[in-house]
């Protein structure tokens, strides 16, 4: 079975600064890994995506994650945030092939601050 | 295109209530699904489909019940509402076309449902 695991839920951070949004993750087998956003009062939309190939990955409004085999991480960051990335943010795990089930990590609040 | 709605918005029910909650999708997607969401526990779910007239559950599914009867709609149905299912429900689907393996799930709005 996999799991996912958000440490922080919460992080706040001044606007401009740089932040990472931590994400651990937990598989038998090989995973695709998602990061996706919700505004509030929305649903959530996908930011970015690992499925194969190149570790880094970039998304949406200047985001990026890497992908960490060896330490089963797929941290999210952006280089300077601006006030309109206040959401929250759910990293997401699903195994490689076969029927699409996603598990959802308990998500992270990111709020920038003015 | 107005990718996936839910009826309704917000629903305030008495215990022992029962009720219907509408998805609907017009991306002519194969894979729908039913998550709930619960502050501090992200998205669980409830239910899902891989393709019309087929249901599946999902790592909640006590106390709901699903359909899809037709391509484009999947039905989540309380039949005797409970407090414990206070919660946001949120609709998704998802296509099997592409070659990467995975396809993008497309939420829907959410719906607000309070049992008192």
């Known amino acids: 079975a996999q799991s996912v695991t958000q440490l922080d839920s919460q992080v706040p951070v001044f606007e401009e600064a740089p932040v990472e949004l931590r994400c651990n993750y937990s598989?038998?087998?090989?995973?695709?890994l998602f990061w996706y956003v919700q505004y509030p009062n929305q649903g959530l939309q996908l930011l970015l995506k690992?499925?194969?190939?190149?570790?880094l990955v970039k998304g949406i409004n200047g985001f990026e994650a890497e992908f960490n085999k060896s330490q089963t991480s797929f941290h999210l960051r952006k280089p300077s945030v601006h006030i309109s990335d206040t959401a929250e943010y759910f990293c997401?795990?699903?195994?490689?092939?076969?029927?699409?089930?996603?598990?959802f990590g308990t998500g992270t609040k990111l709020q920038v601050i003015p | 295109n107005a990718g996936v709605t839910q009826t309704p918005k917000f629903r305030v029910l008495k215990t022992g209530q029962s009720m219907t909650l509408l998805c609907a999708q017009d991306?002519?997607?194969?894979?729908m699904y039913w998550y709930r969401q619960d502050p501090g526990m992200g998205l669980r779910l409830i239910h899902y489909?891989?393709?019309?007239?087929?249901?599946a559950k999902g790592e909640v599914p006590d106390g709901y019940n699903v359909s899809r009867l037709k391509k484009q709609n999947f039905l989540l149905g309380l039949e005797s509402a409970a407090p414990s299912q206070t919660s946001v429900y949120f609709c998704?689907?998802?296509?099997?076309?592409?070659?990467?393996?995975?396809?993008?799930?497309?939420f829907g709005p959410g719906t607000r449902l309070t049992v008192l």
């Open positions: 991306m002519n997607h194969e894979y």
């Open positions: 489909s891989v393709g019309e007239g087929t249901t």
């Open positions: 998704a689907s998802s296509s099997t076309a592409g070659g990467e393996g995975y396809n993008e799930q497309f």
């Open positions: 690992y499925l194969s190939g190149s570790t």
């Open positions: 598989s038998s087998v090989s995973v695709y």
């Open positions: 997401a795990v699903s195994e490689a092939g076969g029927y699409q089930k996603v598990t």
